[in-house]
């Protein structure tokens, strides 16, 4: 009886599948199933509601990665790190010492911002400033800010020499630019210039109290790590040093062209992996770890160690 009962399911099931009804049933599902196999891209840009900016990851994902693995990376970062304290839930920026690899996923450069404002950082600088447009869309997204140092040299020294074709006058005209927008802030007491070279201006900061330091200026090698060298010690434990353009010389001249070649130094050394070099050296040398938008001319960012120890304290 049991063999009986079988073929007569079998046969039940061979006469359903001639049903129209049937038939169109099983396409439905089909169709819901592969809708369900496709990569979530909207989630790259999805706003969690406790996170609310949040739309990154903390690390650089493999250049070759699928869109499905790159989709189910964004979502799961969605979700904030948290830990439990007294039976709440602490976001992970609402933490007595928050880490940058706990930050979300950082498409580009102007996804930084809300989060300065969002950890309650008070105090930065930017070096390499031009006519002041970054520090103005930092500035109107960053609004716990109470200083910011603005360093460029804007010409001041008709000796120094850098790639691309600005002249004396251009340098003059981005400051007077960059004295105008930002004067809402100067106003303020929030801004302040600092026409000099950055190596020059750095001593005039206090060592660890800054939060943020933004670094884009020369791009040679040597010029990065001499910025770096001089800016990090102003940081305090747990600040953010970040800068623009995390890539090597020859692709900067593949997508910018021959008058952007950062492979020269200032003092005629050739060291074609430039800003991307001089970064990855001191994150080494440190045993840092490098977060980067993706973007193109990516920004980088490092964290001083909440624990660090300058060496001149």
């Given at each position: 009886m049991a063999r009986i009962r079988q073929k007569s399911r079998n046969k039940s099931r061979d006469e359903s599948c001639g049903n129209p009804s049937f038939i169109f049933k099983s396409i439905g599902f089909f169709c819901m199933f592969q809708l369900l196999r496709l990569p979530?891209?909207?989630?790259?840009?999805?706003?969690?509601?406790?996170?609310?900016e949040a739309v990154s990851l903390p690390s650089t994902p493999p250049p070759a990665v699928e869109e499905e693995t790159r989709a189910f990376k964004a979502h799961s970062a969605l979700t904030p790190v948290v830990e439990q304290k007294r039976g709440t839930e602490i976001l992970w920026w609402q933490k007595e010492k928050p880490l940058l690899k706990d930050w979300p996923y950082l498409p580009e450069r102007r996804h930084i911002l809300p989060w300065l404002e969002k950890l309650k950082f008070t105090k930065g600088i930017e070096v390499g400033v031009q006519r002041g447009f970054l520090a103005r869309r930092t500035l109107s997204v960053w609004k716990s800010c109470k200083e910011y140092k603005l360093v460029d040299l804007w010409g001041a020294d008709p000796n120094y020499k850098q790639p691309g074709r600005d002249t004396i006058a251009h340098h003059h005209?981005?400051?007077?630019?960059?004295?105008?927008?930002?004067?809402?802030?100067?106003?303020?007491s929030i801004t302040e210039f600092f026409v000099m070279r950055s190596v020059d201006a750095a001593p005039l900061f206090q060592d660890s109290y800054y939060d943020y330091v933004y670094l884009d200026a020369r791009h040679d090698y040597c010029a990065v790590k001499e910025d770096i060298d001089a800016y990090w010690p102003k940081l305090r434990p747990g600040g953010i040093l970040a800068g623009h353009d995390f890539i090597d010389a020859?692709?900067?001249v593949a997508a910018l062209g021959p008058n952007k070649d950062w492979s020269h130094c200032e003092d005629g050394t050739l060291e074609p992996r430039a800003v991307k070099g001089a970064v990855e050296d001191f994150a080494a040398s440190e045993g840092l770890d490098i977060v980067t938008t993706h973007?193109?001319?990516?920004?980088?960012?490092?964290?001083?160690?909440?624990?660090?120890?300058?060496?001149?304290a």
């Open positions: 979530r891209a909207t989630h790259l840009v999805h706003r969690n509601a406790a996170a609310e005209a981005h400051l007077r630019k960059a004295q105008n927008i930002l004067k809402p802030y100067t106003d303020r020859p692709s900067a973007e193109g001319f990516d920004t980088w960012l490092m964290q001083k160690p909440y624990d660090y120890k300058d060496s001149t």
